[in-house]
């Protein structure tokens, strides 16, 4: 039998990163980013890439595929994830998905197959706006994703609309599906701690950069920390409120990704050391076996 497929999830701030740099040490690894944040190059500090240190020698693949002007879909990371799946198990290694993107996850371990796209229709709706896509959809009684603030989600929401997305019941074979269980007050704690380290001149100087040559109402920048900062450079916001502002908007980001992964009956859940005494088992009974 060929090496698992480890899947690592949880919330923003919850360890992910650091629980699977320390399993992939272990038991040599390599890590997938599932983080539909990490994609875009240029953006490091305030979509909180994992830094080098962090990485600690280990290699991280689905980070920096795309400039801010690209589109990238779901489709698109299945594929590109799939692929790095086999290649990584090809060289003898474990690989390790890593994210808090449930939808990036999903389409991996449950082998979605997606509806041909309407070209016809992307192009019309690439270069709406969101409020634009929002009025599309009440008027063609589109239901709007969970994630309405995400262009991305929005357009996938209409070019799916009325076709059938097909997707296993069960994960894919040969996979481990673990996910981090953080107690509320820790993870506000740090999220908080996190926002003191991101908010910080360096953030602002990579935004006005990106901004600068994608502009402000790029995809990559209409969430998370970006629409702040907009803000704070137009006098409309202190650095105080913009580190508040971010804090709420992290814990909000939180707790969507625990109401998407708490559905999911396939996860096994632990605390940051008991996933991994639970995942050097699991490993160790299929060596054996």
Known sequence: MSLPLLV?????????TALAVRIAKQFNGEIISADSRAIYKGLDIGTAKPSMQERDGVPHWGIDLVTPGQRFTTVDFKKYATK???EIRLRGRLPILVGG???YVDTVIYDFTFPKTNDRLKRFVDNMTLQELYK??????ISLPENNKNKRYVINAILRDG????RRVKPIDNTIVVGIATEKEILRERITARAEEIVADCTISEAQIVADKYGWDNEAMTGNIYPLIHHYLEGNLTME???SQFCVLDWRLA???LTWLRRN????WGSNDEVYTYVARQLAKMNNS
Do not use: F, M
């Open 101 to 103: 993107t449930g939808l």
């Open 8 to 16: 690592i999830v949880g919330p923003t701030a919850s360890g992910k």
């Open 241 to 243: 409120e913009l580190k």
């Open 136 to 141: 599309y959809c009440n008027e063609h009684n």
């Open 84 to 86: 790095k799946i086999n």
């Open 255 to 257: 707790k969507r990704q």
């Open 163 to 166: 076709q059938p997305q097909k």
């Open 265 to 268: 009956s396939d996860i096994w």
